[in-house]
């Protein structure tokens, strides 16, 4: 009795901080994929970074277990149940547990604040990042070179392993400022942003960040500027039907793509031969229901002579890098899932997120970060669609 008495207690005490628990974890978490898969900084470490992973894993679940299980819905446990099925399914087939590891960190996610989940996860990752251009700047850290084979523009990846990670990652970062300044944003402050990320780009020669990082400048500075109810109508409409627009017009490219046509070869050529790649993944992976085992053959592998060129394969446009990797089935979840985030933050007068979610749609046409954490914060919104706590219910029947 004193022992349930004691556990009963320790539970209530940590009930209030189970959610600062859980930022910390999670930044721990981030934290530890950049190090071990983006920079050099833990060769020969990367076994005890995934152990401590796990371990971060282990503390999510017991929060999930402990703190959130009572409060789940029939609907809520038939939603985890069906869901866990369908990723141990993909796992198997793939070969990749990183679905479940991202499940377990978006289950988490449950009643904590995604405002400060922002605002940690914002001063972590720039702090790091930041502090990792700068150490290759001072030239205290390596600051690798890479030349473009098709113009010879030399590029650097300013302290991480290739040219462009330090890109993605300040655009990424360039979103979390923005989303957690929302309409206190000053002038000052935009300027600085595109200023950022023109002289990332003037190293690494990263097109795409650079044009959609001032893209999601100019976005947010004019619905902070311009609230008129039919420009929030049409952002709304794009932001909803965007993901699935461009996932439809990703596989017809895959499949229409002919390299004898003068147009496309050009597009081709200008989208840096996504489209032959993409191409190249239809006819040896496919779309299957589960997913494939791919080992994918990336530019860093063949800049390091791990392979040769003729044998890369990796797919930059994340809907087909999903599609290919995991299956048509797990895409469709992500686009309902994103579908159905869009209309809660909507019914609750958030449509501000619509600006990010929609920029996030068209940056995942030309790069796979869209189910990367490590980048996508945004994914963790997608907790309120998997779970509905039970007073929800209870309120409904009171209602009716």
Known sequence: MKKNK??????????DKIEYIYIIALT????SLIFSNKTDFTIGFEKYLSLLRYMILFIIGIKIIVFDFEEYSKKTLINISILTVIIAIVTLKTDSRLLMQYFILILGAYKVSFEKIVKWVLITQSTLVLGIILLSLLKIIPNYAFTRSNNGTVRYSLGFTFSSYPAIFIYYLTMLYLYYRKNK?????????????VIIYIFTDTKAELICAISLIVIVFLYNKIQKEWINKILIALTKYMMSFLTIFSIGLAFLYDSSNNIMSKTNDLLSDRLELSKKGMEEFGIKFFGNKIKWISLLMVYAGESSKNKFNYVDNGYLNIIYNYGII?????????????EQQVKNKNTYICCFILMLAVHTFITPQLLQVVYNIFLLLLVDVIIQPKKQENDKKEII
């Open 6 to 15: 004691q556990l009963i207690q320790l539970k209530h005490l940590l009930k």
């Open 28 to 31: 721990i978490y981030i934290a």
């Open 185 to 197: 944003l000053k002038i000052v402050e935009y300027i600085a942003l595109i200023i950022l990320n």
């Open 330 to 342: 797990i895409m469709l979840l992500i686009l309902y899932g994103f579908y159905k985030v869009i």
